[in-house]
């Protein structure tokens, strides 16, 4: 499996909890791990193509890596930084491909898009970047966790039966401590805690929250649950630090920083209720995670949200994306009524257990079984 196990990213913790089911599966003998290259993601043009070439050497080092006998199947988890950026000039992936010996699965956990009106430069640049990532010949299979990027996928020219979707799995919940300590733990004692819980970036809609706690009575706090991703290299982070204190917002808004996965049941315990206000997305490990500890959830109706929503019961409660009103009149609603907050609750535990990774591993071996039947002929 080629993926990152030790920075701090989202995908480095799916793949954690996706390589522990794995190995749990008796069709699973062994499990090798090959971690992309340290500092593949130069944010400089120049310095990029200075860097090309040693960079390409260093990707077909790792790809040769899946070249022993022992090793059936190379299992790509996919992010553009991992190899590089999107821009062609940045990005090895076909390096990788070319140079990989097995067959090549590959989990698509992000599409770029071009964005409205960026010109026909820019829209060139991302789609001959998804072809080189996504339509490469020596792929396999493609593996999705939202109907969206399907389709998305299929419009560029893939073989529908060729990308398989397989649901993201939600992650077992730690033991969380009691609601009160939880919240004196975090100096938040006495309030309603809303938590958007995950990386600070764009597409996560820190802006309709912070309208949103505006609309809503003094004793509810939002908490920011979460720090800069590793790979983004704007100044996201500080933008929003200077649009809460341009709001007045520091008494009633926090920024966490990173969490360590030991203190994540704190924050799930002291949470009320929980917004995902996500502007754009594919699957998303933060909401997994909420809905694994079995939080109201509230979030934006964007399609992949829409897509779990219509699950029967509907295990989180939508919104129209970007109508901080909307939201605000949501939230205020499941924190007055305990009875409807413990039922969605409920709703989103029953959805979590449905959702095991034991189940996604199940599936993801069965694709692997496909790849190598192909491959061999059978």
């Known amino acids: 499996m080629f993926t990152p196990m030790k920075i701090r990213c989202g995908i480095s913790d799916y793949s954690q909890l996706l390589i522990s089911a794995l190995q749990q599966n008796s069709q699973i003998s062994h499990v090798s791990i090959i971690e ?3 500092n593949a993601v130069v944010p400089s043009t120049i310095r990029a193509l200075a860097k090309y ?3 390409d050497r260093s990707y077909r080092a790792k790809a040769r890596m899946t070249h022993l006998d022992m090793l059936d199947i190379t299992h790509v988890q996919h992010q553009y930084f991992f190899f590089g ?3 062609g000039f940045k990005n090895h992936a076909t390096t990788f ?3 990989a010996k ?4 590959v989990t698509v956990h992000e599409i770029a898009m071009p ?4 010109g026909r430069t820019v829209e060139t640049v991302i789609r001959n970047a998804n072809r080189d990532n996504f339509l490469h010949p020596a792929i396999s299979h493609l593996i999705v966790h939202t109907s969206l990027d399907r389709e998305r996928l299929l419009d560029m020219g893939a073989k529908p039966d060729r990308v398989i979707h397989i649901p993201m799995g939600i992650p077992p919940s730690a033991d969380m401590p009691d609601v009160d300590f939880a919240k004196r733990q975090l100096n938040l004692a006495g309030k309603k805690v809303v938590t958007l819980f995950g990386f600070l970036a764009r597409n996560k809609g820190h802006h309709a929250a912070l309208e949103m706690i505006q609309m809503l009575d003094d ?3 939002l908490l920011l649950a979460g720090d800069q991703h590793p790979d983004d290299q704007t100044p996201y982070v500080e933008t929003l630090k200077k649009m809460i204190e341009e709001m007045q917002l520091q008494n009633r808004v926090r920024i966490t920083g990173f969490i360590p996965s030991e203190d994540i049941p704190t924050i799930m315990a002291a949470t009320d209720v929980a917004i995902a206000p996500f502007i754009k997305g594919s699957g998303s490990a933060s909401l997994s995670q909420l809905l694994g500890y079995g939080k109201a959830i509230i979030a934006s109706d964007i399609e992949p949200n829409r897509e779990i929503a219509a699950h029967q019961p509907p295990p989180l409660l939508l919104f129209p994306s970007g109508d901080s009103r909307e939201l605000a009149h949501l939230v205020q609603e499941m924190l007055k009524d305990v009875q409807s907050r413990k039922a969605l609750e409920n709703r989103a535990l029953k959805f979590a257990k449905e959702r095991s990774y034991q189940q996604m591993a199940q599936q993801t071996v069965e694709v692997y079984r496909e790849a190598v039947a192909m491959q061999s002929g059978r």
């Open 102 to 105: 097995k067959p090549l699965v």
């Open 115 to 118: 964005p409205e009106n960026c």
């Open 97 to 99: 491909y070319k140079s």
């Open 53 to 55: 070439r040693a960079l």
């Open 36 to 38: 992309p290259p340290k």
């Open 219 to 221: 004793d509810v706090f």
């Open 85 to 87: 950026g999107v821009a």
